[in-house]
């Protein structure tokens, strides 16, 4: 990935995933709604990736909670296939070539989640690998299992084949036109030899895609080798809807905030806004506040983590479009370095957290979190930023033009923020 | 240290200190002779403290070795005095008020090392207190010893009169005219109600000081109470002219670079250059090469730690001081924000090493750092740091101007490093 | 396991088993000539189980190595059965009943290995569960795989179904005729419930039988629990013929001492003696001297581990058969109690160490052993074992009878040890 | 301690020490009124030492508390002396010799305490050591502090004259007549050479001493260190009448009871009975029940743990005194050996527990424990002790007769104990 030219994420990727609303039971009318959706409202603000998560080849898959040893749609080269019950235009050996055309047709970009590993039916009736004369059973690190899914072996990369096998993966999904793959299983426990041995084979493949890794929360300490062979990386484990969830960020992206940089990024997960859990029914709603929404916001572009929207689209009001359509706050994202916080302050799960970014070519970002469950009143002194001098002050959130000079005050409301772009008068 | 306008240390604070040079044995007449030849010869370039480091009061110290359980001066009031064996001038109770009114009719600040807690001679002497009707026996932590140092008990701050000999301390320091306090024994076990203590018995005295704290590693997790409580803090154990210890600060420093903001610093410790370890003769001469000086200053200057020389003022060479005076690269410590790495590639121990700051009101320095023991072109491409556009492109050390562009390009020697000023074009 | 009328191990058992000679591999054929070379030169010193170890079931196991995911014999119910190819006898369903009935008719009992949980390839398949209405996939703890063979998947005991499994297994050993049975990939992460359900089944199966665990280390944590559960467990990895591994057992062996009671044993493992590791082929033969033997059999008895010969006993030596049949060493397995050792002194990995037991009716066992690299002369003062008085000494390898009195004194060999048998005068 | 000719703790030792009723202020006058009371009432058992605890330099000494850096009385050889006001018959230099005398005289032993190291005040104020020519401050391990007393800087047993001063101490001991010497702040933290150097000192001094080291844990790995060098070890902090404290020991006494020998024991520290915390009052009395207290006995003397009664003797209560003088009991101390735990059984902290001894001519003693907090019928079949054929049973602490055969049952009480006697029929 030391191509910048050829490097797909030069910014953090922003899309929609469906994990978050459907687990692993997302079908192709879904997909296609959710992309029909993001090329009509979306799009325009920077959202391009439309990402079909776990089991896609589980044919009788029912929600968040899988079925153990269920049978997968698998080819003859032990290549997992997309489940033609489920994804009708795969049908006949077609994958996901039709659903990725539609997809990008409305001029976005198509996803997959794949596990590291090979099939484990495939190593118990021991199927071939193609371009290989090896089979199933001789690259499967036999025990290596995911503690949480019961599809796959993991794949010993020192074995004969092993390369092979990974290869046909992404030749097939280049043939697919997919965009951006999500290697679950394999950012925690961050087995290295691995890692390399699926970059090799999306560098090989011939198309550019995103290389995102899961479930954190990653290593720090592969930071050095995370910038210079994944996209993004998971820096926590699932994230959902809760306040002591996204309180925790906070620390996680003190730690992760200078690693990131163009074509890497730490991830610190999906959005879950808007209507979410639709695999159980319709009365899934995010359990976080407006605050807590623009919070989140706010910290993820701040840290330049990858925006992925977790809720049915089609479902969004008119909260949650405003909250991912604000384009000053994307820009951010998009046009910020350097960020880092400046200070916590206050009683433990109580803080004021104050956090600073600076813009590409003129200017700063200043974002303002108030952790208590009461609204406070926050005062920046903008030479305590090391920034001499005067400053306009414009809330984004809000478009307030703030007051000239070298102070900012707000108040905040409990769990919420407030998000500035400085100019130096 | 919440109020700015009395806060002495809004930049990295820059000086001499006497440890490396003499140890526990450094006289009157030295100091003096180094202040002179600071105000001559470096006082332009912004270095302005004159630090007296460990064991004044003790009449008898030789060189870095302590003599366990030696007489020190002491006052009735179990505060300890220079020695006046050493420290003629402070003959009669003047203590550094004489010594301190040289140094700043020279126009530059005097500091001066105390260890945290009380003399044990004052403990077995049981004496008084001064502003208390307790006596020494009762403040002190009986169990708290320094485990390197025979000069002194912890003091307890739960006890009465704790506060008050600290107090008694700080308003004699400030009779003396100290400018800045390198408290010893504390910083890496951290007792936070000695250390608030201390900065209490600080803000009391009515004199501005430097609050220094020492010896490192400080523990990361006490970033946010440092920011509030402390001027600078040391990131190591002590550090000397080996290239390992210097390796190593590329770690630390990683970890607290976010941490630096106008007033509170991390601090890397004193720079052995020049004429060290002159109390075993006078062949003490640093052990780093010239390009090794280069990066320690270097870093330094990114990480914005203070500054503070360590070798003999009067005996240094054209090199070091060429080192010490390139004002460019003080600038950096000076004018710039937001410093960290932006990757370290390569074998470990041999990395090449990019990091990047941003200077206050326009445009941004570039470190390039060679950790091999030979000699590497670094290439670094602009965009990668998230930077868009062209740049021009100057050189700090040699004040070489390079190519404009989006490119970064240069032969490093073994150890050394690169600094850089860009401005957008 | 409480009714000790029913308890098979109130002595600790003493037999032959498969691993050390044959790995995976052994058959039908090896096993008659094994049981009737013990029945007719070791069965009259208290020789009598004949096990056969790990995978019985796998048609194409050649040596010590497995082959990954082969094919194994099971039954509809998802029960493992000889392979015929290698078990003839078992052809037809009749599982390992003729091959138990021989053995039985040599007066000897018959003992099998088996792996904790069910087979992958049934729960892959998803097969019937004999006595329930679930199948192999409900109750297989999906995620819990043995580090080192593939063939199982653990049970998870929380399921409906898991407990009829174990029983339907423990059924059909029962009608086997099985006395034995060794549980492999347990002892060491000692799942309880899992292990009590094991328990239970055997219990309920109406056959008494050896409940055997292993690999070890066993934790030591567990002893209490052990002694109620378990009649024998293993106290290290896997105990090869290398004296390192010997002289480990020692430390081993003074942690586990005070477990040993009727019932229930500390496991050291197979005795590898004579031919071992003739799937390799003829060459095999234990790396040990045969001192380092002497002093094996003389802590596996002070200790009252099980005893069980690792070496294909047709090929067996004088020597190896006169270590195996001194009645007065193995009469210290029978009937001593208390056991533990005195001392180790000297250099580590050099000491010397003296062991002493009790004789359950009169008079006492002292072993002494030196682990040094050269003989050396060891005196015990017997009245430094707590024993008042003057003895009559015997030592027992060679039927000396030493001086009577107070002391022992001998020239231990290399790595070698003496084991005496003291009478009170 | 290799010639037991000279070892004077062939058996556990047993007498009275000062602590548990007088804390660090014991007197003379108690001293003499308790010598009295043993040689009258409790010799005829076994009890033996007087032991003068902690302190007893210290002239303000009142309770359990210490004065902090109180000054001590010392002799111009920076050894600590009695202090006259508190022990009469030592003024005039004449040290512990005429209490001494009078203990001897009475036909007991005298042992007292002491800290290891040298006098703080001694090393503050450069004192001469007897028999060299450094002085205090040069053998002081300067930053070696006891965590809980003032008193004392460690010794550097590497330092010149380290040794002499530990022979000028144990040279005056010897002259006092001291017979046991309990050194305190030695024992968990272990510092081997400096243990050494007080073992070299008593063998040296000409005078046999029982040498005991506190406060515990002392650690378990260095059991083979104590049989060769300490004649009694603390395997806990201290010890106080709390049932959670006395429940714990039956787990330190699982660990240790295999390294009881002649001349080596465990010291599971004193008995806290009768009379005990005096030096706050006439109203101290232990809290543990009598159950609890025949609980602690019958382990005790299971363990071979020395027994040192904490409490003033002059008030025993009948119960305390039965408790102390059963013969039967005191028996199992002096003549038993490879004690040991059979098994624990039952709801954690609630078990019931059975250990096992074996008469050192002839027979058993077992002895059952109720942890729990009602009574509990408990039986033991003896041939799960690996004890065949029938025995004649006697409880201990009633003296009653019961059933012979070959099994043990009673009615045990809450927290309370049975001890028995077998004899084989």
Known sequence: ????????????????????????????????????????????????????????????????????????????????????????????????????AFVHDLGLKFGIHIMRGIPRQAVHRNTAILGSTVTARQIAAQHSVCPWNTDMYGVDPAREGAQAYYNSLFEQYAEWGVDFVKVDDIANHYPTAEIEQIEQAIRACGRPMVFSISPGPTPLQKAEHLKQHVNMWRITDDF???????????????????????????????????????????????GFTQDEQITMLTLWCMLRSPLMIGGELTGLDAFTRSLLTNPDILEI???????????????????EIVWMATHDTEGYYVALFNADLQEKEITVDIQQLSLPGEYTVTELWTGTDCPSGTRITAVVPAHGAKAYRLHRI
């Open 1 to 100: 990935m030391t191509d910048n030219q050829k490097n797909p994420a030069m910014t953090p990727p922003m899309g929609w995933n469906s994990w978050d609303c459907y687990g692993a039971s997302v079908t192709e009318e879904i997909v296609r709604k959710n992309a029909l959706y993001m090329a009509e409202h979306l799009k325009a603000f920077g959202w391009e990736y439309i990402v079909v998560d776990i089991q896609w080849s589980e044919p009788t898959a029912e929600n968040h909670t899988y079925h153990n040893f269920a049978e997968l749609e698998m080819d003859a080269y032990s290549r997992l296939q997309p489940a033609p019950n489920r994804f009708p235009s795969s049908a006949g050996g077609k994958g996901f070539g039709p659903l990725s």
């Open 240 to 286: 959902w809807d809760h306040w002591e969830q996204l309180y925790d960020m906070f620390e996680r992206a003190e730690s992760w905030c200078i690693h990131a940089c163009p074509g890497h990024f730490p991830d610190a997960d999906m959005l879950p806004v808007g209507p979410i859990l639709q695999d159980y029914g319709p009365d899934g709603w995010t």
């Open 333 to 351: 994202l998009k046009h910020s370095h350097s960020a880092h916080p400046v200070y916590r302050r206050g009683e433990k799960g109580r803080e």
